[in-house]
């Protein structure tokens, strides 16, 4: 028998795969489609809903993690408006590519002043 705890982890795991997933397929989609179309949008989103939606949606408490399901959300949410297709695929891929930064910025550190670091050796 499979713990309560394992059973959670099981799932939010499986939820933020759905995640990734529905915003990995939606920025493939910007990117690699060369005549995008408020239809053409709008089917994807739908076809993208149905791996999302077979998953229970969990609270998530890392930031990340959080900022990636707020981006989902948006990308649903642009699903009914009415700007520019240009314009949505401008503040989509501004927004992923500020969290892919935001979770650059943690696994990389850049040493300042790496020349004084050598200066004793001299």
Request: hydrophobic share 30%.
């Amino acid at each position: 028998m499979a713990s309560q705890k394992a059973v959670d982890n099981a799932q939010r795991l499986r939820y933020i795969r759905a995640l990734e997933r529905f915003h990995k397929s939606i920025i493939s989609y910007m990117l690699n489609t060369p005549e995008l179309s408020h239809s053409g949008y709008d089917k994807k989103i739908t076809n993208a809903l149905k791996v999302l939606q077979r998953v229970e949606e969990i609270a998530l408490y890392k930031g990340e993690l959080q900022d990636l399901q707020k981006l989902v959300k948006k990308m649903i949410g642009f699903r009914e408006s009415d700007k520019a297709i240009e314009d949505i695929k401008d503040d989509i891929l501004y927004s992923s590519n500020q969290l892919e930064k935001s979770k650059n910025a943690r696994r990389y550190k850049k040493d300042k002043h790496t020349q004084s670091k050598y200066e004793d050796w001299e």
